[in-house]
């Protein structure tokens, strides 16, 4: 697990670390396991750093739980590896939601993000500096790119007919639509839809255009 900025972000994809999941839990046979155990059936140090990420990660994405050296396997992780297609699919999206970097890219981009947008968003989101920002946005897009499939948006609410009380109107109200009032910027392929009374939002909205801006104007010095 690495630590970037304010978000807790996997070292691997999900369906990597189920299939390293899956590998020792047939090999062991049990459902808790031996942490060194663990390490011995995938051929690694139980001490080495890689390891540490694979566990670390397995945990982020809700299979195991831990504890003094053992290795739980959860129900969640049960049905990620032997449940019906339907079942594994809505276990990988549960498992997903578990990482809150992932699901705020996709409220602001969607599935078709760019490295660049990543990149930025680090910046502003994250509170990472621009050299950071450079070295987690290719491990972030690529893993976004495996897992986008199980990003399940989060709703709004859906417009609703409410009777009126006591004011002798005989017509439903509708309530508005809250997706009106967010303010929405395109710059080219980037896209910002922002509360108008956020003012840290707004902040965090011109700090992106003016990193834009200044790239733009670098890229045609050179």
């Not at 059936?41 to 504890?67: C, H, Q, V, W």
């Not at 449940?83 to 549960?94: D, H, L």
């Given at each position: 697990?690495?630590?970037?900025?304010?978000?807790?972000?996997?070292?691997?994809?999900?369906?990597?670390?189920?299939?390293?999941?899956?590998?020792?839990?047939?090999?062991?046979?049990?459902?808790?396991?031996?942490?060194?155990?663990?390490?011995?059936?995938?051929?690694?140090?139980?001490?080495?750093?890689?390891?540490?990420y694979i566990i670390s990660d397995m945990e982020k994405?809700?299979?195991?739980?831990?504890?003094?050296?053992?290795?739980?396997?959860?129900?969640?992780?049960?049905?990620?590896?032997?449940?019906?297609?339907?079942?594994?699919?809505?276990?990988?999206?549960?498992?997903?939601?578990?990482?809150?970097?992932?699901?705020?890219?996709?409220?602001?981009?969607?599935?078709?993000?760019?490295?660049?947008?990543?990149?930025?968003?680090?910046?502003?989101?994250?509170?990472?500096?621009?050299?950071?920002?450079?070295?987690?946005?290719?491990?972030?897009?690529?893993?976004?790119?495996?897992?986008?499939?199980?990003?399940?948006?989060?709703?709004?609410?859906?417009?609703?007919?409410?009777?009126?009380?006591?004011?002798?109107?005989?017509?439903?109200?509708?309530?508005?639509?809250?997706?009106?009032?967010?303010l929405k910027i395109q710059f080219g392929d980037v896209?910002?839809?922002?509360?108008?009374?956020?003012?840290?939002?707004?902040?965090?909205?011109?700090?992106?255009?003016?990193?834009?801006?200044?790239?733009?104007?670098?890229?045609?010095?050179?």
């Amino acid at each position: 697990m690495t630590r970037i900025g304010v978000y807790d972000f996997p070292t691997f994809d999900l369906d990597s670390i189920l299939k390293k999941l899956q590998d020792a839990h047939r090999m062991i046979g049990l459902d808790e396991m031996d942490r060194g155990n663990i390490a011995l059936s995938l051929n690694m140090s139980p001490r080495g750093g890689g390891f540490a990420y694979i566990i670390s990660d397995m945990e982020k994405y809700g299979l195991i739980e831990t504890s003094r050296g053992t290795v739980r396997i959860t129900d969640l992780g049960k049905v990620m590896m032997y449940g019906t297609p339907i079942e594994k699919e809505e276990a990988k999206k549960r498992a997903i939601s578990r990482i809150n970097l992932l699901s705020e890219i996709f409220a602001q981009f969607g599935a078709n993000v760019t490295e660049e947008q990543i990149r930025a968003f680090l910046r502003q989101k994250a509170n990472v500096d621009v050299v950071k920002a450079q070295k987690y946005a290719e491990n972030v897009y690529k893993i976004y790119k495996k897992v986008a499939i199980y990003i399940t948006p989060a709703k709004l609410p859906e417009q609703v007919n409410i009777e009126p009380a006591d004011t002798g109107r005989s017509e439903p109200v509708v309530a508005p639509d809250i997706r009106s009032q967010f303010l929405k910027i395109q710059f080219g392929d980037v896209y910002i839809q922002i509360p108008p009374d956020d003012l840290k939002a707004i902040s965090m909205a011109k700090d992106a255009l003016e990193f834009m801006e200044n790239k733009i104007k670098n890229e045609k010095k050179s």
